[in-house]
C-alpha cells in the first residue's frame, strides 16, 4: 500500500457519517410531534382571532347605537328612541363588517355559511354563527351561534301609577354563552 486510500476505507468512512435508520425514526417522530403542537396551537389563535373579531364588531354596533341615541336626543326626537329596537343594527355602520351575509326570514342551518353575521327578520336577532367554536358553549342545543337584540329599558315610575316609562336602549346577547 503506498498510503492512497482504498475503495474500503472511503466506504467506511461515508457509511458511518449517515444516519441509522433507528435516529431517522426518532428525527420524524419529532418533527411530528413538535408540527401537531404548532397545528393545534395555530388553530387555537385562529379561533381567538374570529373571538377577538367579533367581538370588536359587537363594540362598533353599541358605538354606532349610542350615535343613533345621541342624534336622535340632539335633534329632539327621543320619542323615536325605543324604534331603534325594531332595526337592523348593520343598518347604522357606515361600513358592513366582512361577513355579513344580509337579512333572512328565519334561515334553515347550512344556508349561511359559518364565521358570517346575518340579520333575522322574523324575530329581529343580528346573529353571528361561530366558525372555530370547538372552545364555544351554549345552552342553544349544541348550535354555535351568538344571537343580540336591541332592547328598550323601561323603568317603573312610582307605584302609585305603575306605569313604564322608557329610561334607555341596549345592544346585547339574548341567551348566555361561553367561549374560552
Known sequence: MDGKPTFFSVRAGIAGAGFTLFELLVVIALISI?????????????????????EQTVAAIRSALRLQVATLITKDRVDEIPQLA??????WMAEKPKGYAGEYFDP???????????Y???????????????????????????????TVMNE????????????????????????F
Request: cysteine-free; aromatic content about 12%.
Open 34 to 54: 413538535l408540527a401537531g403542537v404548532f397545528l393545534i396551537r395555530v388553530r387555537y389563535t385562529v379561533e381567538m382571532a374570529e373571538k377577538a373579531a367579533m
Open 86 to 91: 325594531k332595526q337592523n343594527p348593520m343598518d
Open 108 to 118: 334553515k342551518i347550512g344556508e349561511i355559511p359559518k364565521g358570517s353575521w346575518y
Open 120 to 150: 333575522d327578520l322574523k324575530d329581529g336577532n343580528l346573529v353571528y354563527l361561530v366558525d372555530m367554536g370547538s372552545h364555544f358553549a351554549s345552552p342553544a342545543g349544541g348550535l354555535k351561534w351568538i344571537r343580540y337584540r336591541v
Open 156 to 179: 317603573l315610575i312610582p307605584p302609585e301609577n305603575a306605569e313604564r316609562r322608557f329610561s334607555g336602549v341596549v345592544f346585547k346577547e339574548t341567551e348566555a354563552y361561553r367561549w
